[in-house]
């Protein structure tokens, strides 16, 4: 006469494939179906109950007919539900369950509200409901029963007593404890399952983004991410955007191949293309490439932060490249590599093709225009340690960065002579005040950057500094 989440093997499987296909980001919701095995054992273990109770003498003959209803109603109801439009009801549950109240509620009325077999029958229900859906399902079907119980009482009023025979009341109490206890039993089971499944879960989540980390190597951070969050789809397909391109290479690179065994050449190389992308990433640059000793990067693009704040990140990330190679060219000079290297670079602003391009099984995300070409121009027109700058970039950071006008090229895809200009440097950096200073010679390299140093180092280097001043003295006076 109740419904038990049974069926509950089924249900776990069920439920674990729920949780699953969440965690693959289509959820798939379990259909609401009656719990069929549940229903037998309830209404069986209640016939049990009518046939030792009417065999007894405690009720009335007539209750026997309810035994068929008993035995046969489990099997209707799964049919009702699994192969009539009922199957498609929301809650099909809750309400096959607040039936069950009532049909148990008039057979409690029937039987006169005998003590026991009555709180037997309640029992099952009211463990059902709090089962199936909660608190809520349990007042609803305690509304249900006791109105059942209320209206089946008033037409065929109380029994004699409200005591039961010895044997029918065992029979209700076992009958009842083994529907509670095989209940509570595929209870467990479920919940077991739905840990595994869990668990399972979990490991697939965690091998899942060990493996975006891996595949985040081969795609700029913000690419990546835009992916990975479900911002960006992808598909074939690209968008205009006004963008700022960055194209950079290193002037001696191919002397240095020629004097460097392979291994050590992939080693400076690998640090130099580490220590860049860093500045890159630094500043919100999409590093688009890597090619030989060349790097492109482009400013604007899947995020921006307009277009004067995207040149002039793009053209600041350049100026801290130039410093940050001079440094890194000290210490390659310490490591045995007498080969000046120097860094040359381009930056072009303008409207480019961007997106994925290539093949449905093999995509590049990319840009193309011919503001690209200008950048990879300007690069190579660059002398070594200098920035080449467009006109349309030069008139978004002119206000922050000092430039230098270089004249005008001719670039194919222009109609025009393109204006050119060289970066010098931060305005804020010119002057007695700058921050970054300079010096370099055969023996002798100084590259300080006060901004970046602490008190402690302060003292450390201006001992240093004496130390060297009170050398170069002292080999003066002797000379």
Not at 146 to 152: D, K, R, W
Request: glycine share 8%; proline share 4%.
């Amino acid at each position: 006469m109740m419904s038990a989440p049974a069926d509950l093997r089924s249900a776990s499987s069920s439920a674990g494939r729920s949780l699953a296909s969440e965690a693959s980001g289509n959820p798939v919701a379990i259909p609401p179906m009656p719990d069929y095995n549940g229903r037998v054992l309830a209404y069986t273990s209640t016939a049990a109950i009518i046939v030792t109770g009417v065999l007894q003498g405690a009720f009335a003959q007539w209750l026997l007919w309810l035994v068929a209803g008993a035995l046969t109603w489990p099997h209707i109801a799964h049919a009702l539900t699994r192969r009539t439009f009922l199957r498609n009801s929301p809650r099909i549950r809750q309400k096959m369950l607040i039936f069950d109240c009532v049909v148990g509620g008039a057979f409690i009325g029937c039987i006169g509200l005998i003590v026991i077999p009555s709180m037997a029958v309640a029992l099952m229900l009211m463990f059902s409901c709090l089962m199936v859906g909660g608190i809520r399902q349990w007042l609803l079907g305690t509304v249900f029963m006791a109105s059942a119980i209320a209206g089946t009482v008033a037409i065929l009023g109380p029994a004699d007593g409200p005591h039961s025979p010895l044997l029918t009341s065992i029979v209700s109490i076992l009958s009842t404890g083994l529907y509670i206890c095989v209940t509570a039993y595929y209870s467990h089971q479920q919940a077991r399952a739905l840990m595994l499944a869990k668990t399972q879960i979990q490991n697939q989540r965690e091998q899942s983004i060990a493996l975006s980390h891996k595949l985040s190597k081969y795609l700029s951070p913000q690419v990546w991410q835009s992916i990975f969050t479900g911002e960006r789809d992808v598909r074939l397909e690209t968008q205009r955007k006004k963008l700022a391109v960055f194209f950079s290479d290193i002037k001696g690179f191919t002397e240095l191949s020629e004097e460097m065994e392979p291994e050590a050449l992939t080693e400076l190389l690998n640090h130099y293309f580490n220590e860049m992308s860093e500045v890159a990433l630094k500043y919100g640059g999409t590093i688009d490439k890597f090619v030989g000793d060349s790097i492109m990067v482009f400013f604007g693009d899947p995020t921006s932060r307009g277009q004067r704040e995207d040149a002039f990140a793009c053209v600041s990330m350049a100026i801290e490249m130039r410093k940050h190679m001079k440094i890194m060219r000290q210490k390659w000079r310490s490591q045995g590599i007498k080969t000046p290297l120097e860094i040359r670079m381009g930056i072009s602003t303008g409207y480019t093709t961007v997106g994925n391009f290539g093949a449905e099984n093999r995509m590049d995300y990319t840009i193309i225009g011919k503001e690209v070409n200008l950048a990879s121009r300007l690069e190579s027109l660059a002398e070594p340690g200098e920035i080449l700058v467009s006109y349309e970039t030069f008139s978004l950071i002119k206000n922050k960065i000092m430039c230098r006008d270089k004249g005008e090229i001719t670039v194919k895809g222009f109609g025009k002579p393109v204006p050119i200009y060289e970066v010098v440097d931060f305005r804020r950096d010119m002057g007695p005040n700058r921050s970054f200073l300079e010096h370099e010679h055969s023996g002798f390299a100084m590259y300080l950057d006060s901004d970046k140093i602490t008190e402690k180092e302060r003292q450390a280097i201006l001992t240093a500094l004496e130390d060297a001043a009170d050398r170069l003295r002292r080999e003066e006076d002797v000379s």
